[in-house]
T-cell receptor, first 113, second 109 residues
Framework: DAGITQSPRYKITETGRQVTLMCHQT?????MFWYRQDLGHGLRLIYY???????DKGEVPDGYVVSRSKTENFPLTLESATRSQTSVYFC????????????FGEGSWLTVV | GIQVEQSPPDLILQEGANSTLRCNFS?????LQWFHQNPWGQLINLFY?????KQNGRLSATTVATERYSLLYISSSQTTDSGVYFC???????????WGAGTKLIIKP
């Protein structure tokens, strides 16, 4: 029972390439989130999902695509990676939403060169 | 929008010391959470505490919602307590988390 896992943990990619970060949770939580963390900006919400097939934009969605065909998976795709998307990406989940306890994955360190 | 301010921004202590971290928020909130981000980047949820007091081992937290602040107490600090402590709030159950800038805590052996 790993809880919430992210893969890959570390990735270096080139500008213009497509990258997908995977997120899997074993709790059957309804809500899942993607955040990015950058120095000087703290944690910023990219996208979130309230249930399978329901997704919504957060604070910084441009350049990212998400899907949620199954409750347990919430992949984040960078369609054409840019250097400004170099960041640490955190997936998180919560049983009932933002107003409930939120649990984070271990993070995915992405470098775009 | 709501402002979340944490203090102090940095704190350096010797192992064994006690510390108090503060989180002030500018408007009424309906929940507050404390997180610890360790030096390896992992974010751990410490407390979900919209009001009242909770304790978990050497850590405890108190939120006084009417006065718009929350306190995180760490007693008998250990080097593993080092990292950044964040508080985050929401104003209603479907609204996004608003994060403070964090308190960076360094515990020296």
């Amino acid at each position: 029972d790993a809880g919430i896992t992210q893969s890959p943990r570390y990735k270096i990619t080139e500008t213009g390439r497509q990258v997908t970060l995977m997120c899997h949770q074993t709790w059957s939580h309804s809500y899942m989130f993607w955040y990015r963390q950058d120095l000087g900006h703290g944690l910023r919400l990219i996208y979130y999902s309230a249930a399978a097939d329901i997704t919504d934009k957060g604070e910084v969605p441009d350049g990212y695509v998400v899907s949620r065909s199954k409750t347990e998976n919430f992949p984040l795709t960078l369609e054409s990676a840019t250097r400004s998307q170099t960041s640490v990406y955190f997936c998180a989940s919560s049983e009932l939403g933002f107003g409930n306890t939120i649990y984070f994955g271990e993070g995915s360190w992405l470098t775009v060169v | 929008g709501i402002q979340v301010e944490q203090s102090p921004p940095d704190l350096i202590l010797q192992e064994g010391a006690n510390s108090t971290l503060r989180c002030n928020f500018s408007d009424s909130v309906n929940n507050l959470q404390w997180f610890h981000q360790n030096p390896w980047g992992q974010l751990i949820n410490l407390f979900y505490i919209p009001s009242g007091t909770k304790q978990n081992g050497r850590l405890s937290a108190t939120t006084v919602a009417t006065e718009r602040y929350s306190l995180l107490y760490i007693s008998s600090s250990q080097t593993t307590d080092s990292g950044v402590y964040f508080c985050a709030v929401t104003m209603d159950s479907n609204y996004q988390l608003i994060w403070g800038a964090g308190t960076k805590l360094i515990i020296k052996p």
